[in-house]
């Protein structure tokens, strides 16, 4: 019996994960994907009082258990080959329980497996905050944060899309400059989608602060854009950009 029910608790983990990894962006219906490592960046405070990357001359940004060279002069990198800062899953909500703080919303995917997404108040809401039972919602986790063995799996969310408009895609990553090929742009870490602004676009910070003269470089990003190139990477002109804070640290 114990055996079953490790071999059916492990089936369910794998089969989540495989909905989690489908793709690399999320429409307002809930289908696509994206990861994340914390990473601390060198930040310098701005007359302005935002903080912006320091150049230190080092391409190596980094934190306590993951080191990522960001792709420099000369060096060879392969679309594919880079891991998203973060990964979602999405479904349809059947549950909201409050849990000393924290808000439990259990999903079913369209295969009717189950997942809880697990809010915070520090959670961010690109659209709206409320949303009910039968609602589609899309949450993007850390995948680097330790996760408990448990059935249905938990995932802390750092982003969640609740209804959406349906003529928009989402995409959450870090982003950071590129070469000449692609000036203007800002690439997703896993190197399959850049978006570039225009007068139209919305930039602001997680709080909704403006954030139109601060710095995007190394960047964690919800990018919200409509129309889309077929090239890889995927291009897209940005609706509205939301920066997440996070804890910045300079280089040892």
Not at 102 to 116: F, K, Q, R, S, W
Not at 234 to 246: D, N, S, Y
């Amino acid at each position: 019996m114990k055996k079953t029910m490790l071999l059916l608790l492990a089936a369910g983990l794998i089969a989540m994960t495989a909905v989690a990894c489908a793709g690399t962006g999320v429409t307002a219906d809930g289908a696509g994907a994206a990861y994340e490592p914390e990473i601390d960046i060198p930040v310098v405070e701005t007359d302005d009082g935002y903080e912006e990357i320091a150049d230190d001359g080092s391409d190596i940004i980094f934190d306590d258990d993951v080191n990522i060279v960001l792709p420099g002069e000369g060096e060879d990198f392969n679309i594919g080959d880079e891991i998203a800062h973060y990964f979602f899953v999405t479904g349809n909500v059947v549950s909201i329980e409050e849990f000393d703080g924290y808000t439990h919303v259990t999903i079913e995917d369209t295969n009717g497996n189950p997942a809880v997404l697990v809010l915070s108040e520090d959670t961010v809401f690109p659209f709206a905050e409320d949303f009910e039972i039968g609602d589609t919602v899309t949450g993007w986790y850390q995948t680097d944060m330790p996760m408990i063995m448990i059935w249905p799996p938990q995932y802390n969310i750092a982003v969640l899309a609740a209804g959406a408009p349906e003529d928009v895609v989402i995409r959450v990553d870090r982003f950071h400059s590129w070469d000449e090929s692609m000036e203007g742009y800002m690439l997703s870490q896993d190197l399959m989608f850049a978006f570039n602004t225009d007068e139209n676009t919305e930039i602001v910070l997680a709080d909704g602060q403006d954030f139109s003269d601060g710095e995007l470089n190394g960047r964690r990003i919800v990018v919200i854009y409509g129309m889309s190139t077929k090239s890889l990477p995927e291009r897209a002109t940005a609706q509205k950009l939301i920066v997440l804070f996070e804890s910045i640290m300079p280089l040892a």
